[in-house]
């Protein structure tokens, strides 16, 4: 446990950032090759780049990447053919197999339903004003205004996990524990692996943040609800929620909690400093988001559309099917290259540019069908948060003269790692 609670929260985020690849390479180059000349291929493109697989190491499973938008839609809606259970195999192993996103049918639907009310719009603005603005504005932002420089992904890193954990239910007055666990929730991230010299120590290590963070949510639980359970946090809400005329005991709320954990800061994180990034290089659309703050939800939506931070998906064959005239045996994997479908020319005029007056039309960043990411509807609202702070508080903020400009990279969990700015 030692070596686990020695690992630095920035550390950590650096370190899945560099397990995930793709600093040396132009992706985007190759998707436009790919969706021209090949696509659909019988082949695991991201383990060729070096991505570890989230569903677990099985060279036998035959794999199948997928790069245009009207394919990928088929798959990710398409739950009953195209099925997401082999994740718990994977990554959902660290959570003793109970991960939403490596559950099908039934028992997905179910666990959603009962999730699903917490996630909704009105619960998630009753958050806006009375947790996330005060925690952004007042903890992070105000702070750094005399500095009148910055690096935002300093703020990026910090502000998310302090929101979500907040939302969650962890106590407010220990931030170094709240940081500490964050650390915990990217350790597990890092557990997939290629390299199999580094797989074993991972893969432990990974273990030994899952059951610390199971140690640590679980103690949250027992005090929430000895304390009655009666507020408007993630936890109490969890403890109140019926199932089937059951509640969900202190192990249930423990697991489904911890699940979310590792990407519900990350990817947050990694989407502030793409938007900030695609906003910051283009002045004079900064200058109009800046005037009209109804923009501010376009421009996320957009970077999300361009630079996703989960640039692929991946589901498995039910059975034997066809896809745009290939056949997928049963039993195979299907990778959707996400951030190649969210510039189909085929679907989206101008694929390439970052246009937030663009007419809106489905894209994947969040997923899509049945597993469509339960918490983006928190993670959109922090980023309006997080970037209308940012506009009100540091005046003219522009990109550094001085300093490397940012650089959006990553074959996964992409993003920009600095994004250097000054203000007046």
């Known amino acids: 446990m030692t070596v686990i609670k020695s690992v630095s929260l920035e550390s950590a985020y650096s370190g899945v950032a560099d397990n995930y690849r793709g600093e040396d390479v132009d992706l985007h180059a190759i998707y436009r090759d790919m969706r021209r000349n090949s696509p659909i291929i019988a082949e695991n493109f991201m383990g060729r780049l070096g991505v570890p697989n989230i569903a677990g190491l099985d060279a036998n499973r035959p794999t199948f990447t997928v790069f245009k938008y009207k394919e990928v ?161 993630l936890i109490s809400r969890l403890i109140r929620a019926e199932s089937d005329g059951r509640r969900f005991d202190d192990h249930e709320v423990t697991t489904f909690v911890r699940s979310l954990l590792p990407a519900a800061a990350e990817t947050t994180t990694r989407t502030f400093g793409t938007t900030m990034t695609l906003l910051l290089e283009r002045p004079e659309l900064l200058a109009r988001v800046r005037a009209d703050r109804s923009l501010v939800p376009k421009a996320i939506d957009e970077a999300i559309r361009l630079e996703p931070v989960a640039t692929f998906k991946v589901r498995q064959a039910a059975q034997d099917l066809e896809l745009a005239g290939v056949a997928i045996p049963k039993g195979a994997m299907v990778q959707c290259i996400v951030s190649s479908a969210n510039r189909d020319e085929e679907a989206f005029e101008r694929s390439e540019e970052f246009d937030i007056d663009r007419k809106p039309k489905p894209s994947f960043g969040f997923g899509f069908g049945p597993h469509m990411c339960i918490g983006q509807f928190i993670a959109k609202t922090e980023l309006q948060v997080a970037i209308n702070g940012v506009l009100d508080l540091m005046p003219n903020v522009r990109l550094d003269p001085e300093q490397a400009p940012p650089r959006i990279t990553g074959a996964q969990l992409r993003g920009p790692k600095h994004v250097h700015v000054i203000w007046d």
């Open 73 to 233: 839609m088929a798959v990710l809606r398409d739950a009953a053919n195209y099925t997401s259970g082999f994740i718990a195999e994977g990554l959902g192993s660290f959570f003793d197999g109970l991960i939403l996103t490596g559950m099908d049918g039934d028992a997905h639907k179910k666990a959603r339903a009962l999730l699903q009310p917490i996630f909704m719009p009105e619960v998630v603005n009753s958050w806006r004003d009375t947790k996330m603005a005060p925690i952004v504005r007042e903890e992070f932002l105000q702070p750094l205004v005399a500095h009148k420089k910055a690096d935002l992904m300093d703020f990026g890193l910090l502000f998310p996990i302090r929101v979500i954990y907040a939302l969650i239910g962890f106590p407010d007055n220990d931030p170094e524990k709240v940081k500490q666990y964050a650390a915990w929730a990217l350790a597990i991230l890092a557990g997939p692996q290629v390299d199999a010299e580094k797989a074993a120590q991972a893969r432990q290590a990974a273990m030994e943040a899952a059951k610390a963070l199971y140690d640590a949510t679980h103690a949250a639980v027992v005090e929430v609800r000895r304390n009655g359970a009666a507020g408007d946090d």
